[in-house]
DNA sequence: AATGAATGAGTGTTCATTCAT
DNA sequence: TATGAATGAACACTCATTCAT
């Protein structure tokens, strides 16, 4: 008797969610060359030929995690902040705050930083293949905030922009901390706030 | 012919310096994983073969990459700073300006702080080929001048260790952007300085 | 439930077959290597599984082929004809249009043709493997109306095995035609008579 | 010192020659799907690497071997032959005595025609990839000798493209049984003449 | 010393086969 | 019995390293 089909497409779904999940944290951590199939298929604790039934290839795999490992949830989360009636100063507080505890207690969160830093670092490549725009609105919202906080008199002066990619990169700099290191120092929303607020 | 034995010395040394050179570049790039000895001997425009008749292994070229991407230099003039009979705020200023200075002009620079710290983050697996003691007393230095700080009242609040790896991650930040982006927006040394100083 | 399980048995002889017929025209168009199980249970529509429900392994499957396309029904005809008191010319004539007929009208017969020369081309390997017996009647059979023909004087001198090895071959030629070629020009009877009649 | 370019391109072409002249056998006998890279590499005593240092892929190997398995030298005998004045029964009487002696002497012969005619026979795929268009002509020039013939009065009736290619079937027969098979009776010029002539 | 063709261990990928459902 | 996801041995391919020149 088939298996029901429902219950089929569960245990596919399933699979890849970890599959992906997984793989996420082995390349961030690895990068593309230094990530072997062997290895990774270990780590899962599944056979190699498994990979190949959800992924064609180990460069589709890659590109499925960039695709999943986007800013959709924190992009969110900036939009909100951003339109609520707050100073500059109390935005960039909690925006900081909330993203500095996601880097401390969710790994998968500092994976995926890192792993689209890296991408947009090395950039020009392959970017068709990555959705860069979520990445860039949220930095755009940023450079809004901080513009709010020049006009306020908090925030330093300076390129908006240019401040914003600061700000970012400070919390990239702690998603590669939080990923590599074991026992490392957190700096402080104060610290983290203090790349664009005087 | 002795002059001809120091001459063919000379020009041994010479191809070995530009093979390290060229080399650290490269690594800094692409990483370990990522850097291919045919790549990399077209690069620099040898065959394969040569990189062998002076290097054993592509490991042992790259452990002879790190031994010369030291901070010496950098170490020497850290040193000769903090002695200097001055303000926290000023040595730190001064400081800042000399590191942009090079991150902006030295490619061979940013290279070795890129390849020293992501050396330092993976950590753990083999310390051993690594001399990191010039880095940490750059750190401990560092850390120094950020305690003068706190005292004087300019430094923020906190552990100097912990300051002192955020400054120079904020550095390392910068050198990635430098190695991997044509086109970017360097923070100024207020910015740099801003990670410690109130 | 002796009527269920009759019926059951039949089920199982129905879908065995099928995986037999099908496989054959498979296995003859694509070669043993050039056959996967899975592009094999896609073209019968059923599960990759079922297979193994019917066959041991692939090479078992293969086997079963071999078994069922024999030419037990070809000797039996060949057998008649050849005691029937004709001359050998309006034997082969016989001959040549049936065979001639089926290639084109039934596909089995020519994937059985070609599947059965093939594996005598390749030969030795694994001769265990395949009766040739029919085979070899058929061609001894053949190789006795040549003969007759010769007294006749109507067939061409010569050996009479290499002459009905050549007729023989040249209708393996046209299994091959029709099962590959979808527009392919048929010899007639007479062409296929003349590799041995004057 | 470096090797002097030119031995390096001689000795490049012919172990690039070498990969395809033992090639050109191997895939003939065993088809593409059939040949393993680690027993062509084994037969050809070379390591599996070196084949890839010659040629992109499997494929690709396999696409250059069709390249140089053409009918060039074939066509130009054919041609010549087409245009002497001469009766079509001595022309065909003298193109078969050449080719039978070349199936008989000549493994590269065979194995030529049969990958080509394989080729061909499944067809349709990747025709892109050979030019059939010497073989083609070789068709269209024997189709001209049996006009001829039938002109004359001693080639049988019937479409001489049929006829054609009914004569090089029986080419391309025993082109496989020379190949495969170590004891067979080749037939003789006479009988492949009888393809086509009364 | 410098070369680059040759190597083979190691990596990515396929596919016959198994097995829980 | 039929399924198709999971498996791992076998295969295609890569790349650090060697070596004859």
Redesign the pocket.
């Known amino acids: 008797?088939?298996?029901s089909k429902e219950?089929?497409r569960e245990?596919?779904e399933e699979?890849r969610n970890t599959i992906l999940r997984k793989s996420l944290l082995y390349f961030a951590r690895n990068g593309f060359a230094g990530?072997?199939?062997?290895d990774l298929s270990r780590n899962i604790r599944?056979?190699?030929?498994?990979i190949?039934?959800?992924f064609?290839?180990?460069?589709d795999l890659f590109k499925e995690i960039l695709r999943i490992a986007d800013y959709k949830e924190e992009l969110r989360q900036v939009r909100v902040l951003s339109r609520l009636p707050l100073s500059a100063r109390v935005k960039l507080g909690k925006l900081s705050e909330r993203v500095l505890e996601r880097l401390k207690n969710d790994e998968m969160f500092a994976a995926k930083i890192a792993l689209n830093t890296q991408i947009m670092l090395e950039g020009s490549g392959d970017c068709s293949a990555l959705d860069t725009s979520y990445q860039s609105e949220i930095f755009s919202l940023t450079a809004k905030i901080i513009e709010q906080g020049q006009r306020e008199g908090t925030a330093v002066e300076g390129s908006p922009m240019k401040l914003a990619d600061y700000y970012w990169g400070v919390v990239y700099l702690y998603a590669l901390k939080s990923l590599f290191t074991t026992h490392y120092e957190m700096i402080s929303a104060d610290d983290l706030e203090r790349t664009v607020l005087k």
């Open positions: 008797m088939p298996k219950r089929c245990i596919r699979m990530t072997k199939i062997s599944i056979a190699q030929g498994t190949y039934v959800y064609e290839s180990k460069e």
